[in-house]
């Protein structure tokens, strides 16, 4: 097997504008990189990765700050190991929330479906639920690069949540086909 390697950017930044330095933040996590410490952080090594870091590299250069790019590997099986396990846990955080986000949507429509509030409008609602919480999956799992163990939960929820709408979506029709089946008759004769 080979060894995984590694893009750490290791960089300081002036403390103000915090903004500045928010805004870097996030947009390293938002690649899904781990913090070793402070102003160190780690990425698995990839084309895309690369090019997204020296960007970054040169807005810290623009923030007065100072960076290094380098890319490295881990001593030895254990040490990869305990990278590796930053990576799956960081994702297997974000797979929890979205599990309970997942909770959420569940509880939603149960809650309709004990009051058979069985509209369109509700059915178009839960309806863009799902496509966000299918979104935010598919941002995590961009993010997963070692498969994180709640993965395959977080695959069973979402696939649980689209049966509910599925189920909950055919109520809503039914319930709309005998609206117009028991329409009552106009009393002059027409119908």
């Not at 007065?64 to 990576?87: M, N, P």
């Not at 997963?144 to 109520?171: G, I, M, N, W």
Request: hydrophobic share 35%; proline share 4%.
């Amino acid at each position: 097997m080979v060894s995984p390697s590694w893009l750490l950017l290791s960089y300081k930044v002036p403390p103000e504008p915090a903004a500045k330095r928010i805004a870097l933040w996030r947009k390293l996590k938002g690649m899904g990189a781990v913090y070793l410490q402070n102003g160190v952080c780690l990425l698995p090594k990839t084309d895309d990765h690369l090019r997204r870091l020296k960007v970054l590299e040169n807005d810290v250069d623009e923030m007065g700050g100072e960076s290094v790019l380098l890319e490295t590997v881990g001593l030895d099986r254990g040490q990869e190991d305990k990278v590796i396990s930053r990576f799956t846990a960081d994702r297997d955080e974000a797979y929890r929330e979205f599990i309970a986000k997942c909770a959420d949507f569940e509880a939603e429509i149960d809650k309709e479906t004990k009051a058979e509030h069985f509209t369109y409008a509700e059915l178009e609602e839960n309806d863009e639920d799902l496509e966000k919480l299918k979104g935010w999956l598919a941002k995590i799992r961009k993010l997963d690069f070692y498969e994180a163990p709640v993965s395959s939960e977080a695959d069973a929820r979402l696939q649980h949540c689209a049966s509910l709408l599925e189920t909950y979506a055919k109520r809503v029709f039914d319930a709309h086909e005998e609206n117009r089946t028991h329409t009552p008759r106009d009393p002059k004769g027409g119908s």
